[in-house]
């Protein structure tokens, strides 16, 4: 079983920033892709960010280029998001979630594992 921990979450000004971890447990990370999602009040999740297994690319929803970057540490078995020039509707619960593969799928139908979540807030 993995299991996928999500934290760094919180509260921010718009402008601010702030950096997601997602740590795995077991050996299992390193040959899969890791995505990152969100949800925000009353939408569907969407795709936020994917990376493949070994890091060497990476996918942004339109929303977030330019602004946030995935990465990985294998070592760690930990993938990060750092989140830079946040906006309101940045506003949601992140989760992460690992790939079926080493590619790095941006539909959630792509992932088998998921986090429990952790709430990002952003006020004007």
């Known amino acids: 079983q993995v299991q996928l921990v999500e934290s760094g979450g919180g509260l921010v000004q718009a402008g601010g920033s702030l950096r997601l971890s997602c740590a795995a447990s077991?050996?299992?990370?390193?040959?899969?892709?890791m995505g990152w999602f969100r949800q925000g009040p009353g939408k569907e999740r969407e795709f936020v960010a994917s990376?493949?297994?070994?890091?060497?690319?990476?996918y942004y929803a339109d929303s977030v280029k330019g602004r946030f970057t995935i990465s990985r540490d294998n070592v760690k078995n930990t993938a990060y998001l750092q989140m830079n020039d946040l906006a309101p509707e940045d506003t949601a619960i992140y989760y992460c979630?690992?790939?079926?593969?080493?590619?790095?799928?941006?539909?959630?139908?792509?992932?088998?594992?998921w986090g429990q979540g952790t709430q990002v807030t952003v006020s004007s």
């Open positions: 990376i493949r297994w070994n890091g060497g690319n990476t």
């Open positions: 979630a690992r790939g079926q593969y080493g590619t790095a799928p941006i539909d959630t139908r792509g992932y088998d594992y």
């Open positions: 077991g050996r299992t990370f390193s040959p899969y892709a």
